[in-house]
């Protein structure tokens, strides 16, 4: 079955840091790969995706490209915040039984530390 | 616009008891979907509906079931509660146009549940 398989956390940096974080796939077909970001407390929020092989995501500062050939969507961002701290979710979404069935990761923490 | 809400917010439940988690998608999503997060794990996918059919359903038990109203809104009832249903449930929805889920979820902030 579908898996996506992320970096466990925490990761922990300092303000204006660069940021990965690694994220792989296995799917059959050509699923739609998303990142997802929760704050304490809160719902997930869709921080950005992408469609097709090749296909960059972008939002907030964040970018993640879709390579089909190493079947991975590493999150990355240049600086980060002290309020970029949260729990980011990879996930794909794929056809399975005439659905769209969306299959998440297991969450890496971020801390940002001023 | 509203985006999509979930109630209630909280819920504390004794074991063997029943419990109803409601939703109501964003305006014009058909689609809902339901998923449960165990503290410090990804979401787990429950149910999906379209225009108030299942269309698909995790591997979870009998106990949890689930309906979409004609409005769209949904309901998640789980049966028999166990301490293990313990969880974060969230309510996702989506703009589903011939089967395709368009721009990803949206998802509220969800229903803590809490067995005892």
């Known amino acids: 079955g579908d898996s996506v398989t992320q970096m466990e956390g925490p990761v922990t940096l300092s303000e204006e840091a660069f940021l990965t974080i690694n994220c792989t796939y296995t799917a059959t077909g050509y699923p739609s790969l998303f990142w997802y970001v929760q704050y304490p407390g809160e719902g997930l929020q869709l921080l950005l995706k992408?469609?097709?092989?090749?296909d960059k995501g972008s939002n907030k500062g964040f970018e993640a490209t879709y390579r089909k050939e190493t079947t991975s969507f590493h999150l990355e961002k240049g600086s980060v915040q002290v309020s970029d701290s949260a729990v980011y979710f990879c996930?794909?979404?794929?056809?399975?039984?005439?659905?769209?069935?969306?299959?998440f990761g297991i969450g890496t923490k971020l801390q940002v530390i001023p | 616009d509203a985006g999509v809400t979930q109630s209630p917010t909280h819920l504390i439940k004794t074991r063997g008891q029943q419990v109803t988690l409601r939703c109501s998608p964003i305006s014009g999503h058909k689609s809902v979907s339901w998923y449960q997060q165990v503290l410090g794990q990804g979401p787990q996918f429950i149910f999906q509906?379209?225009?108030?059919?299942?269309?698909g359903r995790g591997n979870f038990p009998d106990r949890f079931s689930a309906r979409q109203f004609p409005n769209y809104s949904s309901e998640l009832n789980v049966n028999a509660l166990l301490l293990g249903d313990s969880a974060l449930y969230l309510c996702?929805?989506?703009?589903?146009?011939?089967?395709?889920?368009?721009?990803?979820?949206?998802f509220g902030s969800g229903t803590r549940l809490t067995v005892v």
């Open positions: 996930a794909l979404s794929a056809s399975s039984g005439g659905y769209q069935k969306v299959t």
């Open positions: 996702a929805s989506s703009l589903a146009l011939k089967g395709q889920e368009v721009d990803g979820y949206t």
């Open positions: 509906y379209y225009e108030k059919e299942e269309r």
């Open positions: 992408a469609t097709k092989a090749d």
